[in-house]
């Protein structure tokens, strides 16, 4: 494989003008720099965002549903599962150990299946209840991605999902929200 850097980054020749021989060539600095970083305008780092939805779990709604794509299984804190109304007669007992963000390996408290509705499909889904806090109320992991059958992209913020046979996308509230104050359009 070879690899051709444009001509802006070609090393000068030691009289400070480039040489014949390297007319097309250039050489890769690996020497320390000096690095400046600028923060992102709004639009350009919209992708650094987390995905979050809003949905019903058992006909309750539900906000901050953090949609992540690096997460194997849907997660529960131990807060939310209270706030269902749920009690320890309705976990599901599992020997399951999760590795948290900071990897610390936690055992689950427990298994719950509920009926989660995104949009306008409603899945049984399998969460692991868990002791730790967390930014969201639920975590939606590859589990509930793949069995959706859906395109989660932080990019867009947005989801595509399929509906029977046509492709259908959902977008967060956060993003309707970006609305320009004197037009009736809605920027996402």
């Avoid at 539900?62 to 599962?81: E, R, S, W």
């Avoid at 427990?110 to 975590?139: C, E, H, M, Q, R």
Wanted: proline letters at 6%.
């Amino acid at each position: 494989m070879v690899f051709i850097l444009p001509m802006e980054f070609m090393a000068p020749a030691s009289d400070g003008e480039m040489s014949d021989t390297e007319g097309g060539m250039a050489e890769l600095a690996l020497d320390p720099m000096p690095a400046t970083f600028e923060k992102p305008e709004e639009k350009k780092h919209r992708h650094l965002k987390a995905l979050f939805l809003k949905g019903l779990v058992d006909g309750r709604p539900i906000t901050k549903l953090l949609v992540d794509g690096g997460a194997v299984v849907n997660i529960m804190p131990y807060a939310m599962f209270r706030k269902l109304g749920r009690g320890e007669e309705d976990l599901i007992k599992t020997d399951m150990m999760l590795k948290d963000f900071e990897g610390n390996v936690s055992p689950a408290r427990g298994a719950l299946y509920i009926d989660l509705t995104i949009g306008s499909k409603t899945l049984p889904t399998t969460f692991f209840v868990v002791n730790g806090k967390g930014s969201y109320n639920l975590l939606l992991g590859h589990d509930w991605i793949h069995a959706n059958c859906c395109i989660p992209s932080t990019m867009h913020q947005c989801v595509i999902q399929k509906i029977l046979w046509r492709w259908s996308t959902l977008i967060p509230l956060s993003a309707l929200l970006q609305s320009t104050p004197n037009s009736g359009v809605v920027r996402w």
